[in-house]
């Protein structure tokens, strides 16, 4: 079993920043990706940040230049450092990971966070 673990949503004003942490856990090989997705009231849940194993990115257009994606391979830890944040970037922010298990077949399963919160507001 993995679980993915989020940390570091809360309230913030118009213009401030956030950072979120997401740590894997249990029977990891390894991983392939690491990302974050979205969803606010009403909305489909969307891609906000990802990133691969080997360090390589890839970001949403409306968080460009805004937000950014980082991983620790050793602490099998994303984050997620967001900056100028505005009322429309409020949401549930999950965290997402493709992870090849060491359980025997080993396999590829996609896990989900529980979620956090980041509310945008004066």
């Known amino acids: 079993q993995v679980q993915l673990v989020e940390s570091g949503g809360g309230l913030v004003q118009p213009g401030g920043s956030l950072r979120l942490s997401c740590v894997a856990s249990g029977s990891i090989f390894s991983i392939n990706t690491m990302g974050w997705y979205r969803q606010a009231p009403g909305k489909q849940r969307e891609l906000v940040a990802r990133?691969?194993?080997?360090?390589?990115?890839n970001y949403a257009d409306f968080v460009k230049g805004r937000f950014t994606i980082s991983e620790d391979n050793a602490k099998n830890a994303v984050y997620l450092q967001m900056s100028s944040l505005n009322p429309e970037d409020t949401a549930v922010y999950y965290c997402n990971a493709n992870i090849r298990t060491s359980d025997w077949p080993p396999t590829a399963n996609v896990y989900w966070g529980q979620g956090t919160q980041v509310t945008v507001s004066s």
């Open positions: 990133i691969t194993g080997g360090g390589t990115t």
